[in-house]
């Protein structure tokens, strides 16, 4: 499981450090993706694969579903770490989350989250109110 907050820093290259509790969980090979709320999705292959057959699942025929598969997937790409641990972030994948020197690498359980230390220092503002009504709702959905 990924957990925890780490501020790995990008270089002018667009590489960042994955953390060593990171490391474990994503192996060498994982892939990233556009996310929600403006950042990126890190999934280690495993994840990706179940996902991937998730989405495969889905009815052609539904148009919300045609358009969330062709914009994920299409923002997909598969990194490696290199012997340093570091990956680079593709620059369509930096602009579309806003990443430019400082980010935040997020664990959020099967898959890590790559933000714009801003837009993570935004998003923490805007939900950190609701932190307690977002917990009630958690029992809603079976938590």
């Known amino acids: 499981m990924m ?28 892939v990233i993706t556009k996310g929600l709320d403006g950042c990126l999705f890190f999934y280690p292959m495993g994840e990706w694969n179940r996902l991937e057959e998730r989405l495969r699942a889905l009815p052609m025929t539904n148009q919300g579903a045609r358009a969330f598969t062709r914009l994920f997937l299409a923002g997909a790409q598969d990194v490696e770490m290199d012997k340093q641990s570091r990956i680079t972030i593709p620059g369509r994948l930096r602009e ?7 980010c935040v690498l997020v664990g959020v359980s099967n898959r890590a989250e790559l933000w714009s230390a801003v837009n993570w220092q935004r998003y923490q503002e805007a939900t950190q109110e609701d932190y307690e009504k977002l917990a009630e709702q958690m029992v809603d959905l079976g938590f």
Do not use: V
Request: charged content about 45%; aromatic content about 12%.
């Open 3 to 30: 957990m925890g907050e780490f501020s790995p820093g990008i270089d002018e290259k667009g590489r960042i450090i994955i953390p060593a509790r990171f490391r474990e969980e994503l192996h060498d090979r994982f």
């Open 96 to 102: 579309y989350a806003e990443i430019d020197k400082e």
